[in-house]
Structure formats: C-alpha cells, structure tokens
C-alpha cells in the first residue's frame, strides 16, 4: 500500500514538474484562450506554434513620436504597423482589441488627441498669424492678443495631447501584460 | 484502495495548487514592475506597476538616472543611455531657440531696425527650435524603447 501512495505522489509531483517546465519555457501564449481554467491555460501555454508566433517579442507595442505623429510599433525588430495623431484615422481601438482595457484607454487616447490637435493647431495658426503681424510693425492692438491667444490655445492643446499619449502608453502597457499570460 | 484514491486526490491537489501558485507570480511580476510614462505639461513621469507608482520625473532642466532605474536589462540599459546623450542638449539647444524667438518678437517691435538682424533671430530661433526638438524627439524615443526593452526582459 505504501509504494502505491509513493507512486500516486510521484505521479502528482511529475504533473507539477511538467507545469513549472512550460512556464519556464520562453514566454507564454497570450490570452487567445479565453477559458480562465488552468487546465485551457496549460494546453495553450504547452502548443510552441502559438507561443512563438504571439509571445512578446513579436506582438508587443509601443509608439514613437514624430512631431505631433506618433508610429506605432510592434515588436523587438521596431515595425512601423500604423501612424496616430495630426487628424490620422489609424485603428488602435482594433489592435487591442483583445484586451478590454487597452480599448478603454485607447478611446481616452483618441478624444484627447483630436481636441489636442485641434485646439493646439488653432492655436498654431492664431500665434503666426500675430506674429506676422508684428513682424510687419504695424501697431495693431489685435497682435499680442493673437500671440496671447494662439499661445494659450497651444499649451491648451499640448497638455491634451500629452494626456492622450499617456493613455495611449498605458493602453498599450495593458495590451503588453495581457499578452504572453 | 480507499487509501490509494486518497493519496492520487492528495497529489492531484498538490499539484493543481503548485499551478495556481506559479500562475500568480507569473502575472505579479509585470503588474507590479512593467515601467510606462506618463506626459505632463513640463514633465514626463516614469510609472511603475498596475497602481502608477511616479518613480520619476524628467523635467525641463532635471531628470532621473534612468540608465540606473533600468539597469537589470542590457538593451533597456543602452536606450536609456541614448537617451541621456540626446535629452541635455535638446532641452537646451530647444530652449535657446524658444528664447531667441522671444528676441525677435521684441526686435521687430522696434521702428528702424536691420533687416538683417530680425531675419537673422527668425532663422536662428527656427533652427534651433527645429534642431533641439528633435534631438528631444529621439531622447524620448529611446526612453520609450528602453522602458519596453526593460518590460520585455521582466521575468514572465
């Protein structure tokens, strides 16, 4: 009777042996399965087709701004999959699609932009346009309420975008954790 | 045989609780560590975590040792390092510029004075604008590589 107790606790300790062995096997799948039990999670993370093509390396974003554009990035070898900011139309909310809170801060993300880039690119136009004006030395009285003005608009518009990026990088930060999990 | 059953359920139970166990590190690790940034007027803020923990802020003319911060990752390491050469003389260099448009805005307020002068602080003050901010645009990019380097390289 003993040595069929000491069989089952060996079989029952080569089950965990297997377990820690395919999380510490490069990183795991992504949360394709949408089963939560541990029993799914374990045939995901044990198929190397799945862990290979959709593992950090290859899947997680990241973004790069180019005045006032971002291009959003995937992956360890930095490819360009799409351009956001400056009235640019690009999904986002699609590309993380599958983690729910991405998609909450990506739409953060665009109402942000657009009033930035909006509002900030007014205000642009506004300080040149009064800028102009008093390059040509006219005294008009309108010139610093341009400059005043398009100044204010721009900070305005600044501070928006840089809100809107920031929810931009934590819906990617929340896209990145759910992937390889 | 009972004590058979009772032992492979024993086991079994050892055995689901060692992956439930293992499943919850798994996920602390990046919730608890992953890096992001944050923008805010004047400054960009470095977040550790799930709950935003502000580690550091890097400001017009201060910042954190993110080469230190990131150091477990070598390729997060580098970035940061490229980041620190890029961000000093962006921000001055940006500076200088915003300044220099400063001056022209008042030169050309002023009846009678050179052309040459006002177009001089224009052309400066645009090139320096243009030159710093994208020394400061490829710091930033870099930070943002070395902190997804860094968040690649938790242990998962």
């Known amino acids: 009777m003993k040595s069929r107790i000491f069989q089952a606790l060996v079989?029952?300790?080569?089950?965990?042996?297997?377990?820690a062995g395919a999380q510490t096997t490069g990183h795991a799948a992504p949360p394709v399965a949408t089963s939560e039990s541990g029993a799914a999670g374990l045939s995901v993370r044990r198929a190397p087709v799945s862990d290979s093509s959709r593992s950090y390396d290859a899947q997680a974003l990241r973004f790069e701004t180019h005045w006032g554009s971002a291009d959003i990035i995937r992956g360890a070898d930095?490819?360009?999959i799409g351009t956001v900011g400056w009235f640019?139309?690009?999904?986002?909310?699609?590309?993380?699609?599958?983690?729910?809170?991405?998609?909450?801060?990506?739409?953060?993300?665009?109402?942000?932009?657009?009033r930035g880039s909006l509002v900030g690119g007014l205000g642009a136009l506004t300080l040149v346009v009064g800028a102009l004006v008093t390059a040509n030395s006219s005294n008009n009285a309108a010139s610093p309420i341009l400059i005043v003005a398009g100044g204010g608009a721009m900070v305005w518009g600044a501070q928006h975008l840089n809100a809107g990026y920031s929810r931009l990088s934590l819906a990617f930060w929340w896209y990145n954790r759910d992937l390889a999990r | 045989m009972a004590r058979f059953i009772l032992s492979a359920c024993v086991a079994a139970h050892i055995a689901l609780s060692g992956v439930s166990?293992?499943?919850?590190?798994?996920?602390t690790a990046y919730d608890d560590n992953a890096l992001r940034l944050e923008g805010h007027i004047g400054d960009v803020r470095i977040v550790r975590g799930a709950q935003g923990t502000v580690l550091g802020k890097i400001g017009v003319f201060?910042?954190?040792?993110?080469?230190?911060?990131?150091?477990?990752?070598?390729?997060?390491?580098?970035?940061?390092?490229?980041?620190?050469?890029?961000?000093?003389p962006g921000t001055w260099l940006t500076s200088l510029g915003i300044?220099?448009?400063?001056?022209?805005?008042?030169?050309?307020?002023?009846?009678?004075?050179?052309?040459?002068?006002?177009t001089g602080l224009l052309l400066a003050s645009t090139g320096l604008i243009v030159y710093g901010g994208g020394r400061l645009e490829n710091a930033y990019n870099a930070l943002s590589?070395?902190?997804?380097?860094y968040n690649r390289d938790l242990e998962r």
């Open chain 2, 21 to 27: 166990v293992l499943t919850a590190q798994e996920g």
């Open chain 1, 78 to 80: 930095g490819r360009a």
């Open chain 2, 62 to 88: 201060r910042g954190v040792d993110v080469a230190k911060l990131v150091s477990p990752s070598e390729k997060a390491t580098t970035e940061a390092k490229n980041f620190a050469r890029d961000y000093g």
């Open chain 1, 88 to 114: 640019r139309d690009f999904d986002v909310e699609k590309l993380v699609a599958s983690s729910p809170q991405a998609v909450t801060e990506v739409r953060a993300f665009e109402t942000n932009s657009f």
């Open chain 2, 99 to 118: 300044a220099t448009l400063g001056a022209w805005i008042g030169v050309s307020r002023i009846n009678d004075v050179n052309h040459g002068i006002t």
């Open chain 1, 11 to 19: 079989i029952g300790a080569s089950v965990i042996g297997a377990t």
């Open chain 2, 145 to 149: 590589r070395s902190v997804w380097w």
